[in-house]
């Protein structure tokens, strides 16, 4: 453990309280469940409390600016209930990743928030997705930049007035909620 | 700085970066690790599979510690600060090996840039679409975060319980899911601080509130809208005219012989008022509302039962065709058994049987079964009648049809049902005459072929059922089988249209698809081919009462009669002048199926021509009135 926390590792003893400071300025305090020498990487529970559900920060010791050491508490894992659930771990990456990828395709890459925030005003009602920079509601219109009425095209007359009125209101009501907000 | 990118930057190769190049790598590691991690669960013994396993005090290795934490994330979304200060939020795939501690994120992307320290987060311009996989290093890992992580047995229950609270419980989950969990229900109690207007909670009970509300007048008055709401635009017209009584009786009774059926279904069963199930502990939620679920609940065997209900409603809808057949082929055989030496009607039938026996099964119809069965079968054959008609969706004829059905009764009485039928027969007639148009050519052979009334009567059913399939077509009339000409609507064609019209239709379709007495309806249902003539069904005299069953009368009778003898001892007189042309409706059940079985076809709907024919006695004469009234504009399918 090299660095600047100097020596014994008690200090990293499993059940500590500590306040730490990082070298990129983040504070916490936390109570250490796990220090692993070899990869020098701190676990701690944020928090002084032991519930079923835990904030916990995988720290790489190297980058403990300061600490201070705040008390001593019993390891706060109770190795009798850990057990790791593979296939449910599996399970739950593979529904994150499948929600993540749906999430994906709704955030436009390389447009503005303005953009962002019409296309996100928009599918509350109508189904839209990003073509780069363009958004297509149901499949035929295009909504290009800048996003104005205008700059709607595409699709039947009905469609296409349909799109307008939404985009049209959905800015009325960002500038009125924006302006709002001050 | 950030070179933090999916490729791999060239110095964690030189870190042994191969170890855990590709996430699958490093998942594999994992996993293994993992697993002898699992095994280990429950056991706090140091895991000799995990190389490098320090001595520590603590009877399992910080490392595997480190390692069953960092499997803890496998899957959660977490944010991952690197050396430049830039903060990636992605989810956990898998951690490195042993010796350094990468992570892997998939789906990854920079929420806060270490360039522009300070800055609110860079969410408010994407750059670039997030990362599948992506790899940290171990030298430019500073700190994992998660947040809400489940370490222990206490919290991985908490974790599913949660999950499953967010999953949203339609019904199609309800019913599929083996386990669901189930909320405890309370029964509802109004606010106390809720006013009770109780003047307000009867005010449309009672529906023959004398202060009757109409919601049009309301909106005039309140806010001077006219409405151009018109009620026949949307429905079948009725036509009240002398018989609206006599029919409103007839559809009560159908109405209250259907509301009357039993039921397996629960909620069926509710709403028609029986207690099928009173004795047995149904709850409540189960007896009103509750979704179907797949374990046995009461009402279990639901599925089955669903499906009896599904066939239930659509018998009641359009009749069992089986038992429609069975009738029709009854009514035949009895017409032809009651016409005792009427042979030539025998004939007549075999013949049909034979042309149509060329087509396919549909001969079977016709000869099969001779039971003797009395006429007071008739009266649910007419509605299975109807119910055919119903089927054959739409086409006149079908009105024809029913109007047959009281032929065969008044078959029974040779002379006085003569009389008597005529007349009725006569409001029957009305019926097809509105049709004649299109339908004719299918009536009038039909009633021609059978011979004698009975027989047409039957035939008339079954024709009728096959003329569903063709709803006044011609061709229909002609793909019997029959060599006549169909398409002609005097009653010289009747007797081989008929012939033809009779088998033809149940032949043609699907006739050969189906066993015996199924298919034969069934093949109408198919072979009802929308004949655009058809639909836009105004009847020419419709006007009125089709009261130009003369002209139906030439379609059947003449030939009719001639060509059967017995027909003349038939007491409807088919083809008999006057009478026949009261026959004529009933002759012509082949004729065109209606054109919209709904609107045509549910006795007890608003369909009131069809009622009125019923008040005459003759159990599915609805024919006559509700062709006029068909708004057929609306029924352009």
Known sequence: ?182 | MMNLQQVMPPKSTANGFGRRRGEREGGTRLESKSQSGKSNSGRVTTTGSVIGSKSGSCAVSSHDKLLYLASCLIGLSVEVQVKGGSVYAGIFHATSDEKDFGVILKMARLIKDGNFRGQKTVAEFVSKPPSKNFIIPSSELVQVIAKDVAVTRDGFANELQSDKQRELMIDSLISQTRHVEERELEPWIPDEDVPQLPELENIFDDPWNSKKWDQFETNETLFGVKTTFNEELYTTKLLRGPQTEELEKEAARIAREIAGEDTQDLHLAEERGSSIHENLGIDEETRFSSVYRGTGFDDSGYEEDEDIVLNTHNNETFGDSSGSVDQISTDFAIAKSSDGGQLSSSSFIVDEAQTSQSDGTGADLYCSEIPSRNFSTLDSESRVQENLLGECGGNNDAKDFVEKQPLPEDAQLPKSGDSQSSPNREKAGTIKVGRSANATPYSTSHVLSKGNEKTSSHGEPVDVAASCKAPGEPQSVNSRGRPGSSASSNSDRAAATSASSGPGLSPSSSMGSLSSEKSTLNPYAKEFKLNPNAKSFTPSQASARPLSPVADNAFYHPPNVSAVPHMHGLPVGFGMGPSLAAQQPVIYPQIAPMQSPQTYYHPHGPQYGQQMLVGQSRPVFYLPNYQPEMPYKGRDY
């Open chain 1, 1 to 182: 453990m090299e660095g600047q926390v100097g020596g014994s590792g008690e200090e990293f003893a499993v059940g500590c309280l500590l306040s730490i400071k990082t070298t990129l300025g983040d504070e916490f305090d936390g109570q250490v469940m796990a220090f692993d020498r070899f990869t020098n990487m701190l676990v701690i529970q944020e928090g002084l409390k032991s519930g079923p559900r835990r904030n916990i920060r995988l720290l790489n010791a190297n980058y403990i600016k300061d600490f201070s050491f705040l008390g001593q508490a019993d390891d706060p894992l109770d190795p009798k209930k850990c057990f790791l659930d593979l296939s449910r771990l599996q399970a739950r990456e593979h529904l994150a990743v499948r929600q993540a990828e749906a999430d994906a395709q709704r955030i436009g890459v390389g447009v503005t928030t303005e953009a962002q925030n019409i296309f996100d005003a928009l599918s509350k009602t109508l189904p839209v997705r990003w073509d780069k920079t363009v958004i297509v509601v149901m499949n035929e219109v295009r909504v290009s930049s800048p996003y104005l009425p205008e700059s709607v095209s595409g699709g039947t007359a009905a469609a296409n007035e349909r799109v307008k009125k939404v985009l049209e209101f959905e800015r009325k009501r960002l500038q009125a909620r924006g302006s709002s907000q001050g």
